[in-house]
Structure formats: structure tokens, C-alpha cells
């Protein structure tokens, strides 16, 4: 892994992982609210750039493991920001410390870093925000956009199982001792990952999971400042109708986070240049079992790119389908 530093002048670094050759068109994967770049699977990372002969970007978030902290801009007040954003849409989103605009122009600086100038995006969940972001402020600098597990922006779509937010926010115990406390927080992100994810992993692989990511960097007051900036966006669909290069939204149909129905509300604001593989029983995360689907997907999407001029309305594109094109079905 590599830091890449000063992105963008303002003194911030991110640690970033390449997969391929650099002479082969770039991807970068944009990972979710509060996790590390790990979650895009060392084994995923390598069939996209095997299968796609992409140049595979995978990179901490500002704030988010091994990557700049924002430390000096203090703790967001959530609970306002949440009720703000519940009960008070129509007064505009709530402040947050940064914005998912901010954290938009660290993949372009992170794209400047490594000397490329156009990129296909791959996000999920928050990082589709961010991807999809990245799409509308430059749209000249993504060949194509793939949005997984993520969301438009847009009120009044279902919102997350109750139960899985009690898990979510709820806090670590604290221990007596270090070697408690060490514990008490591998069964709080055991909790979180069995309720987020879906097949579940072996429990080995789980565990091994949680104590790499744990003991690579545990920074609960970036997730926050991240989530302010999740609930300061906005309503991105009349951006995203604009949208003219491919577009690829992957969704799970038992997500409980961020549910199906944001996947296809997404897909709908994009509107006939968009793609979907809506994949039964996956919840909010990337399975192995899913690996092949979602990366010959991706793949798919592409080489949708390769042809279409920047200058010409993707509309036109005959390859171009519609938002029903894949449900894949599991037993």
C-alpha cells in the first residue's frame, strides 16, 4: 500500500492500493461510511483487473483508515443533523464538517497523484455517493459510473430496518482492561457485520476480518464526520438525469440498510444509459459467492465506454438498455 500526499494542496494523504498494469485504463473502487478499502476484497480487486485488463484503484476515504484525519474540525452534532434532515427537509440539508463534494475531489486528487485523467468509478454505498458525485461535478473526467448499494439522495424512500440501526450506533462496551476492551470491540463489529451482511462469511474469516481492519486504524470520529456529510446531500436525480456516460447500478434485494428500492430509484434517475444487477438475498455488502456477477458486471460496463465519445449523447448508444436488464437468483 502507498500514500499518496498533499492531494489536492490542502495537506491531506491517502493510502491507496493498485491491482494491474498502469498502462491499462483506470478504475478506482470507493468504499462505504466508516470502512477501510480492505472491504473491497484483495480477490475482487484482482479479477476486475484481470477480466476488465483494468489498472484497479482501491484507497482509504479522508478520515477512514491510514488516510487523513479531520480531527481539527471537531464532532458533528448527529442527533440535530438527523433530525434536521427528518423533520425539517424543506429548511435544505444540514451543515456537516465536509461534504460528499469534498471527498469527490479527493478521487480527482488522487486521479491528479497518479497522473490520470479520466477514470472509471466504482462506489458502494456511501462511495456510490461519491462516485456518483464525482460524475456530476466532472463528468468529463469518468468514463463510466457504477453505483452499488447506494442511493440518489432523494426523501421518502425506505428507510433502514430499526433493528439494524440499534446495532449500528450502539456503542462498544468498555473493558477493565485493554485486553477487554480489545475484545468488547471485536463482538460490537462482529454484531454490525452478521446483521449488515448477507450470505454471511465462515466465522474464521469474519474474525480475521474484524482483527485486520481493527488493528489497521479504529477512528469512530471520522464515521461521524462521514455520516454528517451523508446527511448533507442532496437530491441528486435531475443531475443524475444528465448523466452521459454508462452506468451500472448493483443492488442486493435483502440489503435492510439501504434497501432495493434506492437501487432502482437510482437507476430510474439515470434513466435509459443505466444498467442493473439486482442480486436476491445479498444484503449490504459484497460476497464472495458474488464476486463473479458483480465484477463481469462491472466489466461489462466498461467496455460499454471504450466506444462512446465524450461529445456524444450516450442515448444514442445502441448497446444502451434498460433498468430491469439482470436479476440474478439465488437459492
Known amino acids: ?30 468504499m462505504g461510511l466508516s470502512t477501510q478499502m480492505l472491504a473491497w476484497n484483495v480477490d475482487f480487486c484482482s479479477s476486475l483487473a484481470t477480466k476488465g485488463n483494468l489498472y484497479v484503484v482501491r484507497f482509504d476515504n479522508r478520515d477512514i483508515g491510514l488516510s487523513s484525519y479531520y480531527d481539527h474540525l471537531g464532532a458533528p452534532n448527529l442527533l440535530r443533523s438527523i433530525l434536521k434532515k427528518t423533520f425539517c ?86 473493558g477493565s482492561t485493554r485486553e477487554e476492551t480489545a475484545e468488547n470491540l471485536h463482538k460490537h463489529f462482529h454484531k454490525i457485520l452478521k446483521a449488515l451482511m448477507h450470505p454471511v462469511p465462515p466465522e474464521d474469516t469474519l474474525a480475521q476480518y474484524i482483527e485486520t481492519t481493527v488493528k489497521r486504524s479504529y477512528h469512530p470520529e471520522g464515521g461521524a464526520r462521514q455520516l454528517a456529510a451523508i446527511l448533507n446531500q442532496v437530491d441528486r436525480r435531475p443531475e443524475l438525469g444528465k448523466l452521459k456516460m454508462p452506468c451500472l447500478v448493483v443492488h442486493g434485494r435483502g440489503d435492510r440498510l439501504v434497501k432495493w428500492q434506492h437501487g432502482t430509484a437510482t437507476a430510474k434517475a439515470i434513466g435509459q444509459r443505466c444498467n442493473t444487477l439486482f442480486i436476491d438475498f445479498m444484503g449490504h455488502s459484497l460476497p464472495r459467492q458474488h464476486f463473479g456477477v458483480i465484477v463481469d458486471a462491472i466489466v461489462a460496463n466498461v467496455a460499454r465506454a471504450k466506444d462512446v465519445d465524450a461529445d456524444v449523447d450516450a442515448d444514442a448508444d445502441a448497446d444502451a438498455v434498460g433498468v430491469d436488464d439482470l436479476h440474478v437468483k439465488m437459492d
Open 1 to 30: 500500500m502507498v500514500r499518496a500526499n498533499n492531494i489536492n494542496n490542502n495537506n491531506t494523504h491517502l493510502e491507496y492500493e493498485a491491482f494491474g498494469s498502469p498502462r491499462n485504463p483506470a478504475i478506482f473502487l470507493i
Open 89 to 174: 427537509f424543506c429548511c435544505g440539508p444540514p451543515s456537516s464538517p465536509y461534504s460528499l463534494s469534498d471527498m469527490a475531489d479527493d478521487v480527482f486528487g488522487l486521479m491528479d497523484h497518479l497522473s490520470i485523467s479520466k477514470a472509471h468509478l466504482a462506489g458502494a454505498s456511501m462511495g456510490g455517493m461519491i462516485a456518483q458525485t464525482c460524475a456530476i461535478d466532472r463528468p468529463e473526467r469518468v468514463l463510466s459510473l457504477c453505483s452499488i448499494m447506494s442511493t440518489t439522495g432523494q426523501s421518502f424512500l425506505p428507510r433502514a430496518d430499526s433493528s439494524l440501526l440499534g446495532v449500528i450506533f450502539a456503542k462498544p462496551k468498555k
